[in-house]
Structures are given as structure tokens and as C-alpha cells.
């Protein structure tokens, strides 16, 4: 199976023996928090994924996506994308990380992408996919990503960064939002 949600989810977790939990257990106190001052996804949108404001300065709100672009020492790829989600979401709604060549891509012979951002946007643009497109065409890493994340912009008017690996081990993170922390080891240094 390449993705599954609700139902159909919970029953292969505990087919594997997965332990089911009561959705309430999930809830954290920052996320009530995050809940009372969002309730409209619009607005939960608007505020987590805000554009880079002109003058530099921040809202001080951040998102929780953690994602990871790796090559091992024989040049295999991978990449791994994890998100907080999104307040406000529908009942059912998968956002990018869930949908492949979105909110990550691996291609052994061209690179991988992982990518943060509002989902929607990031699944309307193929974010991932596109940015590995790019480096199939011959663009650098750095290249790749900044035409993705334009053609996004452009495109749906959504905002968002990635990390991107190509086969050769150059890789890049860009992002067209406020902020997006991020870190990189190439050869054991430390960027």
C-alpha cells in the first residue's frame, strides 16, 4: 500500500500490533494553545506559513516539520519528512508529507528533497518532484530549489522551503518563508 488514512489506517496498526491510544492522549498543552489562537485554518495558515516579510523582521511563530536528505557512503539517497500538521485541518486531510513527490522525493540517480510549508501549496506544485525535475535538467542543487520554490509562489501563491541532495552529494536548503532552521554535514563538517 502507498498510503492509507482513518479507518483503513487504524486497522492495519493494529494488524501489525501497533498500540491504539485515545486521540485525546495526543493533545499536548502547547497544541491547545496553538488551537485557541487558530481556530480558523485560514488563519493558522496565513500565520504559520507567512511569506519573508520585506523589512526582516519576525512573528516569532514557528512550525514543527522536521525533514532529513541523506547519501551513504555508496551513494544511495533517501530523505524522511515529519510534520505537526495543521491546526484548523479538515477531518481526513493528508498534507504533503503524506503524498509522495510533495513534501519529499527520492530518485537514486538524480536526488531527494524534503519540504516543509503549507501543504496544500506543496501538493498543488509537486514541490519535491519538481525540484528533483530541475536537477534531472541539469540545474545545481541550489538552482533547483530556488526555481521550485518560485514556481510555487508563482503558481499557487504558497509559501515553504526544502532541502534538497543531488546524486553527487552537493545539496542546498532554501526556503521563501520567514525563517526555516536548518543544518548540514557534508565530508564531517558541520554547516
Given at each position: 500500500?502507498?498510503?492509507?488514512?482513518?479507518?483503513?489506517?487504524?486497522?492495519?496498526?493494529?494488524?501489525?500490533g501497533?498500540?491504539?491510544?485515545?486521540?485525546s492522549?495526543?493533545?499536548?498543552?502547547?497544541?491547545?494553545?496553538?488551537?485557541?489562537?487558530?481556530?480558523?485554518?485560514?488563519?493558522?495558515?496565513?500565520?504559520?506559513?507567512?511569506?519573508?516579510?520585506?523589512?526582516?523582521?519576525?512573528?516569532?511563530?514557528?512550525?514543527?516539520?522536521?525533514?532529513?536528505?541523506?547519501?551513504?557512503s555508496?551513494?544511495?539517497?533517501?530523505?524522511?519528512?515529519?510534520?505537526?500538521?495543521?491546526?484548523?485541518?479538515?477531518?481526513?486531510?493528508?498534507?504533503a508529507?503524506?503524498?509522495?513527490?510533495?513534501?519529499?522525493?527520492?530518485?537514486?540517480?538524480?536526488?531527494?528533497?524534503?519540504?516543509?510549508?503549507?501543504?496544500?501549496?506543496?501538493?498543488?506544485?509537486?514541490?519535491?518532484?519538481?525540484?528533483?525535475?530541475?536537477?534531472?535538467?541539469?540545474?545545481?542543487?541550489?538552482?533547483?530549489a530556488?526555481?521550485?520554490?518560485?514556481?510555487?509562489?508563482?503558481?499557487?501563491g504558497?509559501?515553504?522551503?526544502?532541502?534538497?541532495?543531488d546524486?553527487?552529494?552537493?545539496?542546498?536548503?532554501?526556503?521563501?518563508?520567514?525563517?526555516?532552521?536548518?543544518?548540514?554535514?557534508?565530508?564531517?563538517?558541520?554547516?
Open positions: 500500500h502507498t498510503l492509507l488514512v482513518g479507518k483503513g489506517a487504524e486497522k492495519q496498526a493494529q494488524k501489525a501497533l498500540e491504539i491510544v485515545e486521540p492522549s495526543l493533545v499536548t498543552s502547547d497544541g491547545k494553545e496553538e488551537w485557541e489562537n487558530h481556530k480558523q485554518y485560514s488563519s493558522a495558515v496565513n500565520t504559520l506559513y507567512s511569506p519573508r516579510k520585506r523589512d526582516g523582521e519576525s512573528s516569532g511563530v514557528s512550525h514543527e516539520t522536521v525533514g532529513c536528505v541523506a547519501r551513504d555508496t551513494g544511495n539517497l533517501a530523505c524522511a519528512t515529519s510534520t505537526g500538521g495543521i491546526t484548523g485541518r479538515m477531518a481526513g486531510r493528508v498534507g508529507v503524506g503524498c509522495i513527490g510533495s513534501g519529499g522525493y527520492a530518485d537514486n540517480q538524480v536526488g531527494c528533497a524534503s519540504c516543509t510549508g503549507h501543504g496544500e501549496s506543496l501538493t498543488k506544485s509537486c514541490l519535491a518532484h519538481t525540484a528533483i525535475n530541475y536537477i534531472e535538467q541539469g540545474y545545481a542543487p541550489s538552482e533547483a530556488k526555481k521550485a520554490l518560485n514556481r510555487m509562489s508563482d503558481k499557487v504558497g509559501a515553504g522551503g526544502i532541502i534538497l541532495i546524486s553527487a552529494g552537493d545539496w542546498t536548503a532554501d526556503f521563501i518563508t520567514e525563517r526555516m532552521a536548518w543544518a548540514a554535514i557534508k565530508d564531517g563538517t558541520l554547516n
